[in-house]
């Protein structure tokens, strides 16, 4: 069965270090989503994209953060400054469309110290 | 404020027990509904989702959940429960018009043989 998959499973950065995850959703999925989920805290939804536009995004997803899809595979979460309080395990998902299930990728964990 | 709300965080059962997750949700209108289960190291994954239709939606594993819109709940359950389904299960919300999933904080199941 295809997959999501997410590179790096571990990423550590510095405070205020630029960091970049990155997701391979599945090749014929057309929804692009990143979540977060805090130690001990809800999954929060950050950004939806489509049509290669952010389609929605919540008030965790400011100015410090961004997304790409560079190529047609890859959908990147860029966050310029990282904050402490960035530490978090990060979801990719995706959906071939609007009312298909959501397939999430095994999630890259960021520790800023 | 607009939320969903798990009330069970931690249920510890033994195999064949029956399995009831408390599900709530606080948005006034149309919604998706949905269950998610997250076995230990893997990722997120769907295990039924209610869109319209029959309030009693069947999903893989032998789950179901009941719609009730009255009580605003969305209630997981089991009849008899394996070790195998020891894992963390969120419920997880789409409000209409908007295309992310608010998420309960979930609850983690153990079953012990």
């Known amino acids: 069965e295809p997959e999501v998959t997410q590179t790096p499973s571990h990423q550590v950065t510095q405070m205020g270090q630029e960091v970049i995850l990155r997701c391979v959703p599945i090749s014929n999925h057309l929804y692009f989503y990143w979540y977060r989920q805090i130690l001990g805290q809800k999954v929060e939804f950050l950004v939806s994209?489509?049509?290669?536009?952010?389609?929605?995004k919540s008030e965790i997803f400011d100015d410090q953060f961004s997304v790409e899809r560079p190529d047609g595979s890859n959908f990147t979460l860029k966050i310029r400054s990282t904050k402490l309080e960035d530490s978090a395990m990060y979801f990719c998902?995706?959906?071939?469309?609007?009312?298909?299930?959501?397939?999430f990728g095994n999630g890259t964990r960021l520790t800023v110290t | 404020a607009q939320s969903v709300s798990q009330h069970n965080h931690h249920v510890i059962l033994s195999e064949a027990a029956s399995l009831e997750l408390g599900c709530n949700y606080s948005y006034g209108g149309t919604v998706n509904l949905f269950w998610y289960v997250q076995y230990p190291g893997q990722h997120l994954q769907l295990l039924l989702k209610y869109f319209s239709g029959d309030p009693l939606v069947k999903g893989i594993k032998g789950f179901e959940a009941e719609f009730i819109k009255s009580k605003f709940s969305f209630n997981l359950r089991k009849p008899s429960v394996q070790w195998s389904d020891t894992a963390e299960y969120f419920c997880?919300?789409?409000?209409?018009?908007?295309?992310?999933?608010?998420f309960g904080t979930g609850t983690r199941l153990q079953v012990f043989p």
């Open positions: 994209f489509y049509n290669n536009e952010i389609s929605e």
């Open positions: 998902a995706s959906k071939v469309a609007s009312d298909s299930p959501l397939h």
């Open positions: 997880a919300v789409t409000p209409y018009n908007t295309d992310k999933l608010i």
